[in-house]
């Protein structure tokens, strides 16, 4: 690879400075390491990269303020009371223990990991890297795709099997598949939506009510479509189609109905809805007038559903199991992954971090930024 040139250099200088001093040059290949697992220089300078754009995501949100990396004061901007420099270098600095931390752990619970599925991600990476049109960048800081690719597929890989050996149906701590069933009929609801405001806009801009002869034409249809749900003559993928006979839509527009299983509260629904949603028995349906909107809203039966949890991505309408697991476990996997980084016994090559620091990697990127900007 071409990040092999750029290294040459630094070899030659120190082959050379061996023969002046006895002291010779620092190993800066080198990153962190535990006795089990070494990174390499270039994961550090890559995880400098995007946590270079995190910081700036992070500056937006704090200080409601725009930043650019050509900025001329970007270097004294400040994240969370800490220069931005220094809070890059912290976030960099967690995230290569976290990696170190997740290798030992995959060593201790004896996870069984798809050495060719890495190889595939890292061809992949490789050649993402390349469509990008990051190749020339990330030579000039000095990442190789593989250190990418393990910073950013890599260790996922080996974060999702370790879950899995941990929680999963055969894991040290399995969930059971009863109780994966109750987390979801809990937490979840399996709803239908269609929804018509009574208000329009006039020829002056201004919102007035629909007429109301459509009015009443939309609640005859909505109780309609209520009815029919109830009865069982029809399921909510008819409705959509009835809908679109009866409001006589075109064959570009869209029936304004939500379909979906999933946490009410995360939804963008509102509370009086989301109420009116939960009141409902399964499989029953009603028309509501909620803030000068119609609803046609049904409840259909989350136990039903339930039934289409599964690990087999080929089943229709599944739903992941492992999934579910996640939402359930990932509190407390992640407590476990912190509380072992906190143990982990971790060596620092100091040299590295200097020569490869936050700032350099900064301004190659600025000069590299600058460098497109003005062809």
């Not at 609803?295 to 989350?302: C, N």
Request: contains cysteine; hydrophobic residues 30%; aromatic residues 10%.
């Amino acid at each position: 690879m071409k990040i092999k040139s750029l290294l040459k250099p630094a070899a030659v200088l120190c082959a050379a400075a061996v023969l002046v001093s006895a002291a010779g040059c620092a190993d800066t290949s080198w990153s962190y390491k535990t006795s089990g697992k070494t990174l390499s220089n270039g994961i550090w300078i890559y995880k400098t990269y995007t946590e270079m754009s995190s910081a700036m995501s992070k500056y937006e949100e704090e200080s409601g303020k725009t930043i650019q990396i050509t900025d001329d004061d970007f270097a004294d901007k400040k994240i969370e009371k800490k220069n931005i420099y220094d809070w890059i270098a912290d976030k960099a600095k967690d995230d290569c223990i976290e990696y170190l931390t997740i290798e030992k752990l995959v060593k201790d619970n004896k996870v069984s990991i798809d050495k060719e599925s890495i190889k595939s991600n890292e061809k992949m990476y490789q050649s993402y890297i390349e469509q990008a049109g990051m190749g020339d960048l990330f030579e000039k800081i000095g990442v190789s795709s593989k250190s990418a690719a393990y910073a950013d597929s890599t260790t996922s890989t080996y974060k999702e099997d370790l879950f899995k050996k941990l929680y999963d149906k055969e894991g040290t701590k399995a969930v059971k598949d009863e109780e994966v069933k109750k987390y979801f009929t809990d937490n979840y609801t399996d709803y239908y939506y269609i929804h018509y405001s009574i208000k329009t806009t006039d020829e002056e801009g201004n919102s007035v009510d629909i007429s109301d002869e459509k009015k009443d034409e939309v609640k005859i249809n909505l109780s309609k479509y209520a009815k029919e749900l109830n009865d069982g003559s029809k399921v909510t993928t008819e409705i959509d189609s009835e809908y679109k006979t009866d409001f006589k839509l075109g064959d570009d527009e869209s029936v304004p109905s939500v379909s979906s299983t999933s946490k009410l509260s995360e939804s963008d629904i509102s509370e009086e809805v989301q109420k009116a949603i939960k009141e409902l028995g399964d499989k029953k349906a009603t028309v509501k007038l909620i803030d000068d909107t119609y609803y046609l809203l049904y409840k259909g039966s989350v136990s039903e559903k339930a039934s289409k949890i599964t690990d087999d991505t080929e089943t229709k309408d599944a739903i992941s199991r492992i999934g579910i697991v996640h939402e359930m476990k990932d509190d407390e996997f992640d407590k476990y992954i912190e509380s072992e980084k906190k143990k982990l016994k971790v060596d620092t090559n100091d040299d590295c971090i200097s020569k490869y620091s936050v700032e350099r990697t900064i301004n190659l990127i600025r000069d590299f930024v600058k460098s497109q900007s003005s062809q």
